[in-house]
C-alpha cells in the first residue's frame, strides 16, 4: 500500500488518514475514531478500549479484525512512528456499529463527506490546483514562483501519463524512472539531492529554485517527447529514455553553469531562497496537503 499520510478534523478532533493511491481509498486510525467515540480522556484509554473491543469481535468470529490493515502512523503522543490498525471507509461503519456512541451517526456522515471531497477531486482536479495556490501562498511562496510550480506539476502529470501508456506500474517504478531523470540532470539520485539540501520527509520541488525547477522539468518533458516517438516497452526500456530525457537537462545545466560561473544547483532551502517570504513560510505547517495535492495530480 502506497499512503499519503494526512490529519483529518473531526469536530475539531484529529483523526489521522491515509490515503492509498492504488486502491484510491482513505483508511483511518481506528484508535483515533475510537478515541472520538467513547469521549476518551487520553490516547491509552482510546487504545486500550480498541484493544478490548477488537478481542470481542474476534471472538465473535467477526472477520473485520482480520480484515484491518496496519500503517506506520506518526503517534500523537511522542511524535514517533508506529504500526496502527486502520480501516478503510467500509470497515470503519462497521466498527462504528459496534461502539455505542451518540457520536455514532455524525461520524457516519464526516466519513461520507470525507471521501466525497476525495471523489470530487479526483474528478475535477481543477480544485487540488486551486488548494494548491491557496496553501502555496500561506506557506509564503511568491506568485512567480507558485506559476513556474504549477506548470512543473502539469509537466510532471503528462509525463505520467505518457508512462501509463507505455505499461508502467505506479508507485515503485515511477519511483525508479524518476530517479533515473534526476540522476541524468542534476548528477544525483533523488536521495542525494535530498540530503543536499538537508531534506527528510519534505518535498524535494518545493524546495526547488526557480532554475531548478525549469531544469527538473526539462528533464521531464524531454523525457514524455523521447517516449511518445520511441514508445518503449518495459522498465528497462524506460529506463535508457529516461535517462536520455533527463540527460538533455543535464547538459543544458552545463551549459548555464559555463556562462555564469556558477552552479545551477543549489544546497539552499526554500526558507534560504529568494522566492519565500520566511516568516510566512515558519508560520504555516502544511506540508503534507502540498505532497498529497501533488502525488493526486501526478495520479490524474
Given at each position: 500500500m502506497n499512503e499519503n499520510e494526512q490529519l483529518q478534523l473531526f469536530e475539531d478532533q484529529a483523526i489521522r488518514t491515509a490515503w492509498d493511491e492504488e486502491n484510491e481509498e482513505w483508511y483511518f486510525s481506528v484508535v483515533d475514531v475510537v478515541s472520538v467515540l467513547t469521549d476518551a480522556k487520553d490516547y491509552d484509554t482510546a487504545r486500550n478500549y480498541w484493544k478490548v473491543t477488537k478481542k470481542r469481535l474476534k471472538d465473535e468470529g467477526s472477520q473485520l479484525v482480520t480484515d484491518c490493515n496496519q500503517l506506520k502512523l506518526k503517534s500523537p503522543k511522542d511524535g514517533?512512528?508506529?504500526?496502527?490498525?486502520?480501516?478503510?471507509?467500509?470497515?470503519?461503519?462497521?466498527?462504528?456499529?459496534?461502539i455505542p456512541s451518540p457520536k455514532a451517526e455524525p461520524m457516519k456522515l464526516?466519513?461520507?463527506?470525507?471521501?466525497?471531497?476525495?471523489?470530487?477531486?479526483?474528478?475535477?482536479?481543477?480544485?487540488?490546483a486551486e488548494r494548491l495556490v491557496s496553501t502555496y501562498e500561506r506557506?509564503?511562496?511568491?506568485?512567480?514562483?507558485?506559476?513556474?510550480?504549477?506548470?512543473?506539476?502539469?509537466?510532471?502529470?503528462?509525463?505520467?501519463?505518457e508512462w501509463k501508456d507505455r505499461g508502467i506500474e505506479k508507485n515503485a517504478e515511477y519511483a525508479i524512472l524518476t530517479d533515473e531523470i534526476t540522476r541524468a540532470w542534476s548528477g544525483m539520485s533523488t536521495r542525494q539531492y535530498k540530503?543536499?539540501?538537508?531534506?527528510?520527509?519534505?518535498?524535494?520541488?518545493?524546495?526547488?529554485?526557480?532554475?531548478?525547477?525549469?531544469?527538473?522539468?526539462?528533464?521531464?518533458?524531454?523525457?514524455?517527447?523521447?517516449?511518445?516517438?520511441?514508445?518503449?516497452?518495459?522498465?528497462?526500456?524506460?529506463?535508457d529514455v529516461a535517462r536520455r530525457g533527463g540527460s538533455i537537462a543535464g547538459e543544458a545545466r552545463k551549459q548555464i553553469e559555463q556562462q555564469t560561473g556558477r552552479p545551477a544547483i543549489t544546497s539552499k532551502g526554500a526558507a534560504e531562497l529568494n522566492h519565500v517570504v520566511t516568516e510566512m513560510l515558519e508560520a504555516s505547517t502544511d506540508v503534507t496537503l502540498l505532497q498529497n495535492s501533488e502525488k493526486l495530480l501526478d495520479e490524474k
Open positions: 514517533k512512528r508506529y504500526k496502527t490498525d486502520v480501516a478503510n471507509t467500509q470497515q470503519l461503519f462497521r466498527i462504528i456499529q459496534s464526516w466519513l461520507a463527506q470525507v471521501g466525497r471531497e476525495r471523489i470530487e477531486e479526483t474528478l475535477d482536479p481543477e480544485r487540488i506557506k509564503g511562496y511568491t506568485r512567480e514562483w507558485i506559476n513556474q510550480r504549477l506548470q512543473a506539476i502539469s509537466a510532471r502529470k503528462e509525463l505520467t501519463d540530503n543536499l539540501k538537508g531534506l527528510k520527509k519534505e518535498s524535494l520541488r518545493d524546495n526547488m529554485s526557480t532554475l531548478e525547477l525549469v531544469l527538473n522539468m526539462l528533464a521531464e518533458v524531454s523525457t514524455k517527447e523521447i517516449s511518445q516517438t520511441e514508445q518503449p516497452e518495459g522498465l528497462q526500456q524506460n529506463r
